[in-house]
C-alpha cells in the first residue's frame, strides 16, 4: 500500500505511521505542526518516524485546497487514512472556527482527492462524542446520534455524512472509526492521563471534573492501531441487506461503514486516578469540579461489529496502558 496518514506527527498518526512502515508500506505523513499543543512532542515523534526510508513528511494544511490537490495528483496513494483534526472538546468552545476549517473543510479536500484520484479506500477518525446525549449503554453504532454536545462533535457526525454522500455518489469506499477515550506512550499533553501524570509528579492539584463520576470506555494506544490497520486492509463494501424502511446508520447500499474502536469496558475516573497513583507510588492533589459544557457523564464502546468483521477486539488493561505511558513519560521528560 501506498498510504496518505493524516495528522501523522499527532499521537494516533504516529503510531500508526510507525506500525504501517514496520509492515513495509509507503507512508506519506501529512502535518502542519500547529500549536495546539507542544509542537516539539510531535518533531520528536516525526524524528523517531524518520528512521525508516518508507515514510515522507509533508507540512500541509488540510483546509488548503490547491496543495492538497497537487499532493493527491502527485502521490498517487493507493489508501488514505485521516487522523488530522482540531481535537477537543472544550476548545471548540473557545475556537468553534478552527474545527470548521479542519475538520470540515479540509476533510471535503480529502474526499475530493480520493474522489479524483482513484483511492481504494478511505478510513477517517470520527469519535465516541458524536454519540452525544444518547445513554444506552454501551453506545451501539446501530443507534442514531443526532444530539452532539459539542461543535467538535456535530463535525465528526459531520464527517460521516459527508463521506456517506461520496460513498454514494461515487462509489468511494469509506469507513469511519468512532474512536473511545485513546490514551498510551506519546500521549495529547492535553489529555487526562498526560495532566494527571505530570501534576502528580510535580505535587500540583489535578482538576477531577463530574467529581470523579466520569464513566469512561479507555482504549490503549496499540488496541487502536490494530483496529485501524485491520480496517485499512478490508475495504468498505456495500450492505446487500440494507431497508430503507429501516435504515441501519452504520451501513449502506453505498461502500461505507461505521465501527466504535473501544475497550468494551467502563472505568471510573476516581479508579483511572487511582492506578496512576499506585504506579507513581504517589498520592494526587484532588480539585474536585463539575461537569464541562460539552462532555458527557458516560462512554462504552459496543464492538460486535468490529469483532466481527476484522476479528479483533481491543483488551488492553488500564493497569497495563497507564504503566506504560508512566513508563514513557519518566523517560522522556526525565521525570
Not at 97 to 111: A, M, Q, R, W
Not at 290 to 305: F, I, K, L, R
Request: aromatic share 10%; hydrophobic share 35%.
Amino acid at each position: 500500500m501506498k498510504v496518505l496518514v493524516t495528522g501523522a506527527a499527532g499521537f494516533i498518526g504516529f503510531h500508526l505511521s510507525k506500525r504501517l512502515t514496520e509492515e513495509g508500506h509507503e507512508v506519506v505523513g501529512l502535518d502542519n505542526l500547529n500549536d495546539y499543543y507542544d509542537v516539539n512532542l510531535k518533531k520528536a515523534r516525526l524524528a523517531i518516524l524518520a528512521q525508516n526510508d518508507l515514510f515522507t513528511h509533508v507540512n500541509i494544511s488540510l483546509e488548503h485546497d490547491q496543495p492538497m490537490s497537487d499532493l493527491f495528483r502527485d502521490e498517487q496513494f493507493t489508501h488514505v487514512v485521516n487522523l488530522a483534526a482540531q481535537a477537543g472538546v472544550r476548545y471548540s468552545i473557545e475556537n468553534p472556527k478552527s474545527y470548521i476549517d479542519s475538520n470540515v473543510v479540509g476533510f471535503l479536500n480529502i474526499l475530493e482527492g480520493c474522489r479524483h484520484n482513484k483511492v481504494e479506500h478511505l478510513v477517517y477518525a470520527s469519535s465516541s462524542s458524536v454519540y452525544g446525549m444518547n445513554t444506552k449503554m454501551p453506545l451501539n453504532p446501530h443507534e442514531g446520534v443526532d444530539h452532539p454536545m459539542s461543535l467538535y462533535a456535530a463535525t465528526k457526525k459531520a464527517d460521516e455524512m459527508m463521506a456517506h454522500s461520496y460513498s454514494s455518489l461515487y462509489a468511494l469506499p469509506t469507513t469511519g472509526l468512532r474512536f473511545f477515550t485513546v490514551y498510551g506512550p506519546w500521549g495529547r499533553p492535553d489529555m487526562a492521563l498526560f495532566l494527571f501524570t505530570k501534576n502528580i509528579i510535580e505535587g500540583k492539584p489535578i482538576n477531577v471534573f463530574n467529581h470523579g463520576k466520569m464513566r469512561r470506555d479507555f482504549t490503549y494506544i496499540d488496541d487502536i492501531v490494530e483496529g485501524v490497520v485491520r480496517v485499512v486492509k478490508k475495504t468498505a463494501a456495500p450492505n446487500e441487506d440494507w431497508d430503507g424502511d429501516h435504515p441501519d446508520p452504520c451501513s449502506s447500499p453505498a461502500p461505507y461503514r461505521i465501527y466504535n474502536i473501544g475497550n468494551n469496558s467502563v472505568t471510573e475516573l476516581s479508579r483511572y486516578i487511582e492506578v496512576i497513583e499506585e504506579v507513581l507510588g504517589k498520592k494526587a492533589i484532588y480539585n474536585y469540579m463539575d461537569m464541562q459544557p460539552g462532555d458527557v457523564p458516560a462512554t462504552e464502546a459496543d464492538v460486535d461489529d468490529l469483532v466481527r468483521d476484522v476479528g479483533f477486539k481491543p483488551d488492553t488493561t488500564i493497569e497495563e496502558g497507564i504503566r506504560n505511558f508512566i513508563d514513557w513519560y519518566r523517560e522522556y521528560y526525565e521525570a
